[in-house]
């Protein structure tokens, strides 16, 4: 063989071993539909890719691309969305510093929430100055593009499901997350060890600073004040709801635990157990109750108390189903005095997986053993009826364990700075 021939082989092969590195989905456009993010097309505009926010009260769609994205991929379009960026965040500074004078001044704060408050308006001032002396540089990793209504020329949404999965990517550092399959991403996660969960408080705490209609400063304004001001909780199953920390009367919690247990041995609990002949197995009774009743009950408790938010804990079991659902919420009260849900997440667990350490931990506690002496003192509750209960206690822990780790990061995240999260709440009319 030449040395004219071995070297064009030499390319040749080359070539072929590039191209073979050559990752799946550099080869041709994945379609909007098998993409992880969403796309809105503009008229007389570029193609965005990103995560879409929601309209705003006008009726624009707000949606969140990646900055280093669209530098990249439409220059002319990121520019001119920058200074787009700088005008708002410099009004929602400025709006923000007023509002921080009339809260000082309508709380009086002291000890840890005036500290709090005094360093976020020392912040704000800086921030703005730095604008103004045009040396602030903008260090959220996503920028907003409100898009008029006329504008929008085609929208392609994805279920949270899917959005997770490229937030999970971007949280992760995957290159060309706007450009890959959602199936493509999901398996590159897998290999890092990298879970795709459903959060989309996660995205809003990215953003850069935005102004925010009243509902949602009195929103933001309840979050810090449950913990610097004055915390209020309920909890509680369905619609009995009670102040955390709060107990039954004695006599009463007694006959609430035994009627309690009359009903689910008598009625579904029984049948699950042991279904009478040619019935099958009847699934637990009732239904959660509508927000309205126990919202406004709960609501006016904490009028009474003089906060502007609390948290409320609800559990549902059912038993035919073997699942336990422990949802939690913030509700905040809003200008116009109505109260509202301004943060909510519902956590499942399978009642039917044994969990040895947390039914231990069940079956030494003081109480669960008075109630088992119940139990045993009125003739209900055999030993496998025990262990359901216990099975259905150890995964109401668990839940509850997810449900405030959830909780803690939404609050957490609204306590680090008075400008983050971006906070999606409606305007009252």
Same mark, same amino acid.
């Given at each position: 063989m030449?040395?004219a021939?071995?070297?064009?082989?030499?390319?040749?092969?080359?070539?072929?071993?590039?191209v073979?590195?050559?990752?799946a989905?550099?080869d041709?456009?994945?379609?909007?539909?098998d993409?992880?993010v969403?796309?809105?097309?503009i008229?007389?505009?570029?193609?965005?890719?990103?995560a879409?926010?929601?309209r705003e009260?006008?009726?624009?769609?707000?949606?969140?691309?990646?900055?280093?994205?669209?530098?990249?991929?439409?220059?002319k379009?990121?520019?001119?969305?920058l200074?787009?960026?700088?005008a708002?965040?410099?009004?929602?500074?400025?709006?923000l510093?007023r509002r921080?004078e009339?809260?000082r001044?309508e709380?009086?704060?002291?000890?840890?929430?005036e500290?709090?408050?005094?360093?976020?308006?020392e912040?704000?001032?800086?921030e703005l100055k730095?604008?103004?002396?045009g040396?602030?540089?903008?260090?959220a990793?996503?920028?907003v593009?409100?898009?008029a209504?006329?504008?929008?020329?085609r929208?392609?949404g994805h279920?949270?499901?899917?959005?997770?999965?490229?937030?999970?990517?971007?949280?992760?550092g995957?290159?060309d997350?706007?450009?890959?399959?959602a199936?493509?991403l999901?398996?590159?996660?897998?290999?890092?060890?990298?879970a795709?969960?459903?959060d989309a408080?996660?995205?809003?705490?990215?953003?850069?600073?935005r102004?925010?209609?009243?509902?949602a400063?009195?929103?933001?304004?309840?979050?810090?004040?449950?913990?610097?001001?004055?915390?209020?909780d309920?909890?509680g199953?369905?619609g009995?709801?009670?102040?955390?920390?709060?107990?039954?009367?004695?006599?009463n919690g007694?006959?609430?635990?035994?009627?309690?247990?009359?009903?689910?041995?008598?009625?579904?609990? !029984?049948?699950? *157990?042991?279904? /009478?002949?040619?019935k099958? +197995?009847?699934?637990a009774?009732? =239904?959660?109750?509508?927000? #309205?009743?126990?919202?406004?009950?709960?609501?006016?408790t904490?009028?009474a108390?003089?906060?502007s938010?609390?948290?409320?804990t609800r559990v549902?079991?059912?038993i035919?189903?073997?699942?336990?659902?422990?949802?939690?919420?913030?509700v905040a009260?809003?200008?116009?005095?109505s109260?509202?849900?301004?943060?909510?997440?519902?956590?499942?667990?399978?009642?039917s997986?044994?969990?040895?350490d947390?039914? !231990?931990q069940? *079956?030494?506690? /003081?109480?669960?053993r008075? +109630?088992?002496d119940l139990?045993k =003192?009125v003739?209900?509750? #055999?030993e496998?009826?025990?262990k359901l209960?216990?099975?259905f206690?150890?995964?109401?822990?668990?839940?509850q364990?997810s449900?405030d780790?959830?909780?803690?990061?939404?609050?957490?995240?609204?306590?680090s700075?008075?400008?983050g999260?971006?906070?999606?709440?409606?305007?009252t009319?």
């Amino acid at each position: 063989m030449s040395p004219a021939t071995r070297r064009r082989l030499a390319i040749l092969i080359g070539l072929v071993l590039a191209v073979g590195d050559r990752p799946a989905h550099a080869d041709k456009p994945i379609p909007a539909s098998d993409l992880a993010v969403d796309q809105v097309s503009i008229k007389g505009g570029p193609k965005l890719l990103g995560a879409i926010l929601g309209r705003e009260a006008n009726g624009a769609l707000a949606f969140a691309v990646r900055r280093d994205w669209l530098k990249k991929a439409h220059p002319k379009f990121f520019d001119s969305t920058l200074r787009d960026e700088t005008a708002e965040t410099r009004n929602a500074l400025a709006e923000l510093q007023r509002r921080i004078e009339d809260w000082r001044k309508e709380r009086a704060p002291e000890g840890a929430f005036e500290f709090f408050l005094k360093k976020e308006a020392e912040r704000v001032e800086k921030e703005l100055k730095a604008i103004d002396a045009g040396t602030r540089d903008e260090g959220a990793p996503f920028m907003v593009v409100d898009v008029a209504p006329a504008k929008v020329d085609r929208v392609v949404g994805h279920p949270p499901q899917r959005r997770a999965v490229a937030q999970a990517a971007w949280r992760a550092g995957v290159a060309d997350v706007e450009s890959r399959s959602a199936a493509s991403l999901a398996q590159e996660l897998k290999k890092r060890n990298v879970a795709a969960v459903d959060d989309a408080d996660e995205l809003l705490d990215l953003l850069p600073p935005r102004r925010e209609n009243d509902a949602a400063w009195a929103a933001r304004k309840a979050i810090v004040e449950y913990q610097h001001r004055k915390p209020l909780d309920f909890q509680g199953t369905g619609g009995l709801l009670l102040k955390a920390g709060e107990k039954l009367q004695a006599a009463n919690g007694a006959k609430l635990i035994q009627e309690l247990i009359q009903s689910l041995a008598g009625g579904s609990l !029984q049948d699950l *157990l042991d279904p /009478p002949a040619g019935k099958p +197995a009847r699934p637990a009774t009732g =239904s959660a109750p509508a927000d #309205g009743k126990w919202l406004a009950t709960v609501s006016k408790t904490a009028a009474a108390e003089d906060v502007s938010g609390f948290r409320v804990t609800r559990v549902e079991q059912n038993i035919a189903a073997s699942r336990v659902e422990v949802e939690t919420r913030f509700v905040a009260r809003l200008p116009d005095g109505s109260w509202r849900t301004v943060w909510q997440h519902v956590e499942k667990a399978d009642a039917s997986k044994p969990r040895e350490d947390a039914e !231990q931990q069940i *079956l030494q506690d /003081p109480q669960v053993r008075a +109630a088992l002496d119940l139990v045993k =003192s009125v003739g209900i509750g #055999g030993e496998e009826q025990v262990k359901l209960a216990v099975r259905f206690g150890a995964a109401t822990m668990e839940a509850q364990k997810s449900a405030d780790s959830r909780f803690y990061q939404f609050r957490d995240r609204c306590l680090s700075r008075l400008d983050g999260p971006v906070l999606r709440v409606p305007p009252t009319k």
